[in-house]
């Protein structure tokens, strides 16, 4: 039940915040960043709000509009206390999202790993799980029926696929 009420709550407070930010923050160095997300504590005291910047922004002053946004949360704050059910609103934080920058880099990861392991090591086995042609004895380069086991006969049971 405690999971549910801080995960609405979460919610709740990404679209209230957007809002305020959208219509209500007049700092420049803000701009209309995107609230991907908000992490509120188990007590309810403080709030982890993670953002990420405007991107017509960006090039003029990187991480300024975090200062902005700290500079701004009191506002915020006060603002959420007329839309928001709760006893105390919490403290916002404000932080940069950098969640896609550690997938994307973990996608280059794994794209380079895939990419050294499609080279075929010659007289050894490819990413398939197939044998490269000339490797090992006893039938390299055989294919088809008589590679699967089944002796050509179609048994499914001796395909190991």
């Known amino acids: ?43 309810l005291f403080f709030a982890r709000v993670y953002v990420r910047p405007d991107p017509t922004s960006v090039g003029e002053g990187g991480a300024d509009f975090l200062v902005g946004l700290a500079t701004a949360a009191p506002f915020i704050r006060r603002e959420l206390g007329k839309f928001l059910k709760v006893r105390r609103v919490p403290e916002l934080r404000f932080e940069e999202d950098r969640a896609l920058e550690h997938a994307l ?42 590679a699967d ?9 001796g395909a190991t696929e």
Request: aromatic letters at 0%.
């Open 1 to 43: 039940m405690q999971r549910r009420r801080l995960a609405r709550l979460n919610e709740q407070l990404k679209r209230e915040i957007s809002g305020i930010i959208r219509r209500e923050v007049r700092d420049p160095r803000v701009g209309i960043p995107m609230v991907t997300s908000v992490a509120v504590s188990a007590d």
């Open 105 to 146: 880099r973990i996608d280059e990861i794994l794209r380079s790993v895939q990419i050294r392991d499609t080279d075929p090591e010659p007289g050894g086995i490819d990413a398939e799980g197939a044998e490269v042609e000339g490797a090992g004895a006893g039938g390299a380069g055989v294919q088809g029926p008589e």
């Open 149 to 157: 086991g089944a002796g050509g006969r179609g048994d499914p049971r």
